[in-house]
């Protein structure tokens, strides 16, 4: 079955980074387009970012510039590198993917920015 495990979020000061990782199984890997998404306590999940087979990616405006998704499929492992965190940033992070037309999210990693 599908399963997706998420890690590397914790508690860092407004300006830090943070490496998230996503590794994945259950389905081929490589030949699907992985998706990063947050939800903020009392708000919707969002669109963070996206990166399809080929490397291609794609972010929302709220992170543009400050975010980098990569992927390495001989690791099943989709990544988020975040930099210059902002307290905005502060959310649940979950990568999910669509696999045969029925959306997958793991269980999601806490991103807390304060002082």
């Known amino acids: 079955q599908v399963q997706l495990v998420e890690s590397g979020g914790g508690l860092v000061q407004p300006g830090g980074s943070l490496r998230l990782s996503c590794a994945a199984s259950g389905f081929i890997f490589s030949i699907y387009e992985m998706g990063w998404y947050r939800q903020a306590p009392g708000k919707q999940r969002e669109f963070v970012a996206a990166?399809?087979?080929?490397?291609?990616?794609n972010y929302a405006d709220s992170v543009k510039g400050r975010f980098t998704v990569s992927r390495d499929n001989a690791k099943n492992t989709v990544y988020l590198q975040i930099n210059n965190l902002k307290p905005a940033d502060t959310a649940v992070y979950y990568c999910?993917?669509?696999?045969?037309?029925?959306?997958?999210w793991g269980q999601g990693t806490q991103v807390t920015v304060s002082s």
């Open positions: 990166i399809t087979i080929g490397g291609g990616t």
């Open positions: 999910n993917v669509r696999y045969r037309g029925t959306y997958y």
